[in-house]
């Protein structure tokens, strides 16, 4: 089963509007990063937040951390029209060999309306 | 750099075909990793391999996928024979080294097979 769940399965928001996205998953955890698809398109990495933050901004990013609730949340302010993709959140557990590997959630689909 | 680059984008083929898939990772990435993406059970690790060597294949679906890496520009996968239930988006991905914990991973642009 998936490491990672999103939720919800998909947002719509006006422009301009915040758009807030969660993620929960079930084992301890070294990282936990988000990844954004547009539609046709590779997954493109945007942010990763260590299990020891809390919290961390990349321009109009924000993701936050709960380790306790094995949860984590990705902000995106002022959204525009070019921000409607789909936003996946991927784990990585705190085996650190060489068989730790990413985890991926099934997925935000976030549409922006002009 | 050009980025990881998979050929081709788009291949549809009939069902008993064999279906090769190829991709050139970032230069200098010691990691490659392969997916596969449905709507059912989105996306899928099928294989990955560090310096050129398959780490976990645990994700092969079964025994008629195989994927190679011969060198560290370049991997295939293969599906031999095809069925209707591989059609599905395959992404291959490249880090710069796939055991350190904060390793991001750069993916390619896909392809998208149809198998009738």
């Known amino acids: 089963s998936q490491q990672g769940e999103e939720d919800p399965q998909a947002l719509s928001i006006q422009e301009g509007e915040n758009a807030t996205m969660n993620c929960s998953y079930k084992?301890?955890?070294?990282?936990l990063q988000w990844y954004r698809q547009n539609s046709g398109r590779g997954l493109v990495h945007l942010i990763l937040?260590?299990?020891?933050?809390r919290e961390k901004h990349s321009g109009r990013l924000r993701v936050t951390l709960d380790t306790s609730k094995k949860s984590s949340s990705l902000l995106i302010t002022a959204s525009r029209a070019a921000d409607t993709a789909s936003y996946f959140c991927?784990?990585?557990?705190?085996?650190?060999?060489?068989?730790?590997?990413?985890?991926f959630g099934k997925g935000i689909t976030l549409s922006v309306r002009p | 750099d050009a980025g990881v680059i998979q050929s081709p984008r788009h291949e549809v083929t009939e069902m008993g075909q064999e279906v090769t898939l190829r991709c050139k990772p970032i230069?200098?990435?010691?990691?490659l990793f392969w997916y596969r993406q449905t709507m059912m059970r989105g996306l899928e690790l099928l294989i990955y391999f560090n310096n050129n060597v398959p780490i976990d294949d645990s994700g092969m679906p079964e025994d008629r996928f195989s994927a190679k890496m011969p060198n560290a520009s370049f991997s295939t996968l293969k599906i031999q024979p095809s069925e209707p239930r591989d059609s599905a988006v395959y992404f291959c991905?490249?880090?710069?080294?796939?055991?350190?914990?904060?390793?991001?991973?750069?993916f390619g642009p896909g392809t998208r097979l149809t198998v009738l």
């Open positions: 991927a784990t990585r557990s705190m085996n650190t060999g060489a068989n730790s590997k990413l985890t």
């Open positions: 937040i260590r299990s020891n933050e």
């Open positions: 991905a490249s880090s710069l080294s796939g055991g350190a914990p904060t390793d991001t991973q750069y």
């Open positions: 084992t301890s955890i070294n990282n």
């Open positions: 230069s200098g990435h010691n990691s």
